[in-house]
């Protein structure tokens, strides 16, 4: 494993509501980034509120820092998080060809989903971003059950490896540091060609559902700004935002 990144923060509590709630509460008296990792969580919430389900044995943890940029470089963070989250996964020995990066933010292992991410930044009152938060869930031991899911989700795997909570946040905190730093000082470009050559489905149609919308179309590449660029029927789209099915 790499070694534990210089001046990043590590926490491991037993029983936590949610890492990423016990990571905005510590926010405030941070002195620098800091790893937050819940063995049990007892309202863990996933993307747009929907609620994360946790099994025993599983790995939540949320990191805290102030990020550098503006919005839109922030957001780009996500990622950073999912190229450094297939590293680590490979670092515990899960087999590199068996993992892909759905956008925008899931992990898949043999197609089924292993891993989330969920961003969260917090305010600084003057219109701009004082920390960001990134969570991220994994399915170290065991996947929730169908009815967990909503309703057409790509089905949850678990990794199966013999892999405890504390040794992952092990490899995935240096795996991260390398790709924010790579993200800092380069810009966006090594990281989207890291994940582009990771990403799920590409040069496939998919289905991007929007809140009022439903776009069909091929995936060809994500954008300078992280968007999804579809090849549809009614020509080239850029999104922003949706939920992807297969």
């Given at each position: 494993m790499a070694d534990w990144p210089t001046g990043v923060g590590r926490r491991v509590l037993a029983s936590t509501d949610s890492t990423m709630l016990e990571a905005a509460r510590?926010?405030?008296?941070?002195a620098g980034p800091e790893w937050v990792l819940a063995l049990q969580q007892t309202a863990a919430k996933g993307r747009r509120g929907r609620a994360w389900a946790m099994p025993e044995?599983?790995?939540a943890a949320s990191l805290t820092f102030c990020p550098t940029g503006g919005?839109?470089?922030?957001?780009?963070?996500s990622f950073a998080a999912a190229t450094a989250l297939r590293a680590a996964l490979v670092a515990v020995g899960c087999p590199e060809d068996a993992l892909s990066l759905k956008w925008p933010n899931d992990v898949l292992l043999n197609g089924g989903k292993l891993a989330g991410i969920l961003l969260e930044s917090l305010g600084d009152g003057r219109g701009g971003v004082s920390h960001l938060i990134i969570g991220i869930g994994v399915n170290l031991a065991h996947a929730p059950s169908s009815a967990q899911v909503e309703p057409h989700a790509v089905t949850p795997v678990a990794l199966g490896l013999d892999v405890t909570p504390e040794?992952?946040?092990d490899a995935l905190a240096p795996a991260f540091a390398t790709r924010e730093h790579s993200l800092a000082t380069y810009g966006f470009g090594p990281t989207r060609t890291e994940w582009l050559?990771?990403?799920a489905r590409l040069g496939e149609v998919i289905t991007a559902r929007l809140p009022n919308e439903e776009i069909i179309g091929?995936?060809?590449?994500?954008?300078?700004?992280g968007n999804l660029i579809l090849d549809t029927a009614k020509g080239r789209r850029a999104i922003a935002a949706a939920d992807?099915?297969?």
């Open positions: 510590a926010a405030p008296a941070l044995g599983n790995f919005v839109p470089q922030i957001a780009l963070r040794a992952f946040l050559s990771h990403a091929t995936f060809r590449t994500i954008d300078d700004e992807i099915y297969f």
